[in-house]
């Protein structure tokens, strides 16, 4: 089978398993990331070229440097495919794609996947439920809406990646100081009410339009909380046939088939409302779920969701069929928080279920299987307790980003 060329853009360091996995089906990879991450530890025997972007700030580069040097890439390789590893990736790839006119997601769609006004008007115009929201450009608009919609209210960056830079408001004073505050970069934001609930993830591949895999799970401690008031970012599968799964499968297909995604990986929230217990979409994104999710799936359903995207992209390329591996029906957890130590002690935490220790420096991170759910729930909440009395470090987050 010949081989094709594929270019992996990330300004992170992640993608390992997806770029080991093409090059053992027979692919050139070529790595676009940033000077930052030279010295990681990069899948090296797996990549054939690797090309360094300085970073303006975190995670931006500068775009037309960007399209000059992959200009005189293209001068003297046939690139087949680009593909973003992480969110902040998404329009640079589709940036190159329409550029060059390279297959794959163009710069339209990847905005349903990227800017959250877009995705979220999008939904709402495919009869998904969502928070309701307002664009914050214009001075009447948002106060029509702050009279509509009860406080508290959530301003958001439209392109920021997980929790980053979002800030609850409970009354309109604090509002308008904040938009002021936003000065040029005010129309990056968007305005939304705030529902209290149970918040979800949902990680999928898609394969020619048809939806190949599934995973649902409930955060038990929200990103947004973790964000903002530090602690111990805590999620867990769910079972395939509990009511919230089912739940969620169907309104993530609609989410995933209205929003036009073809092929790939995609990681998409929801929200539970408390008040009358209705599912809300809350983003979406065409990347794999970052915060070791994956790890989360793998030890569930034996499906290691980076791995099975490479070989989705594989089969669209050199047109061949496709099928998942079976997944397994067990119950993981995941367990994550900022420590004081450069490296815990995992004694403490060993037992049965514990299937993998993750080595990030100065966290703890915990993965644990069972095919028990409640024993899952068990080993969470013990090694909670645990870090919280012990072994954790709160940092408190930023109030503006800084260039």
Known sequence: MEEKTIVC????????DFMDEMKKLGNKIILVTSEKLKEKNWPWEAIDEVFYMPELKPSVWNLDHLIQGFSYLMQTRKVDAVVALDDYD???AALIRETFR???MGQTTHRYFRDKLAMRQKAKDSGINVPEFTAVFNNDEVNAFVEKVPAP????????ASASGIKKITNKEQLWEALNEL????????LESFKPGDVYHVDSLTFNQEIVFTSASKYLAPPMEVSHEGGVFRTKTLGRYSDEF???DEVNSKVILSFGLLNGATHTEFIRSKEDGKYYFLETSSR???????????ASSNVNIWREWAKIEDALLKGKKYQVSKPTAYYSGLIIALIKDREPDYNQFECEEAVQFLPIEYHVGIVYKSSDSTVVEERLDYAA???????????????????
């Open 9 to 16: 853009i990330s300004c992170y360091y992640k993608g390992y």
């Open 246 to 248: 089912k739940a969620l």
């Open 90 to 92: 998404v329009e640079k």
């Open 183 to 190: 000065g040029e970069e005010r129309h990056l934001f968007l």
């Open 102 to 104: 390279i297959p794959g």
């Open 153 to 160: 209210w959530v301003l958001k960056p439209r392109s920021e």
């Open 288 to 298: 794999v779920g970052g915060a070791h999710i994956p790890d989360l799936v793998e």
């Open 385 to 403: 307790k645990k870090i919280y009395a012990e072994l954790l470090n709160i940092i408190p987050p930023k109030s503006k980003p800084t260039s």
